[in-house]
């Protein structure tokens, strides 16, 4: 005895299959498509108090160091979502990463060949210089105008002496 409902009902479950495949199978191709614009890592300290670093790659291992330029983006963004700071790239022949560097070079579409970089967050909000407050910050790498990572960090509160 056959049920009218049966057939029906196996084409949606074979069609709720065929569109979950191929969801994860188009987020896999742009895993692999942001993985070769770049890299985001975890800042470090974190959490932190003073200031914090985030190490970042542009390109991958086919970019041949020199050759190729990217615009690169590193923004900072409180938990609605609002951009509050952007982040500097770090002066690597400065030992003190706690002191401002000189030639501090926002990274707001600046232009940067492949390879590995560290960008640094001294806790200060960009509008107002002002220290930022406690809590939970993200932070987005964009390289040549597209998403390539996000990542969560913690600032705490200073201690007072």
Not at 7 to 13: E, I, N, Y
Request: proline share 5%; glycine share 8%; net charge positive.
């Amino acid at each position: 005895m056959v049920h009218r409902w049966a057939s029906p009902a196996l084409g949606l479950v074979a069609c709720i299959v065929f569109v979950s495949t191929a969801s994860s199978q188009a987020t896999d191709r742009r895993a692999e498509g942001a993985h070769r614009r770049g890299l985001l890592g975890q800042n470090q300290p974190n959490p932190f108090t003073h200031f914090t670093t985030i190490p970042f790659t542009v390109g991958d291992g086919a970019c041949a160091s020199g050759t190729e330029s990217h615009a690169v983006t590193l923004r900072i963004y409180n938990i609605l979502s609002q951009v509050v700071a952007i982040a500097v790239l770090a002066d690597s022949t400065n030992a003190d990463q706690s002191m401002p560097a000189s030639n501090a070079r926002e990274l707001s579409n600046f232009t940067l060949p492949c390879g590995d970089f560290v960008a640094r967050w001294d806790g200060r909000l960009a509008k107002n210089d002002r220290v930022a407050a406690p809590g939970v910050y993200m932070y987005q790498l964009m390289i040549d105008g597209r998403p390539t990572g996000m990542r969560k960090m913690l600032r705490r509160a200073e201690e007072t002496r």
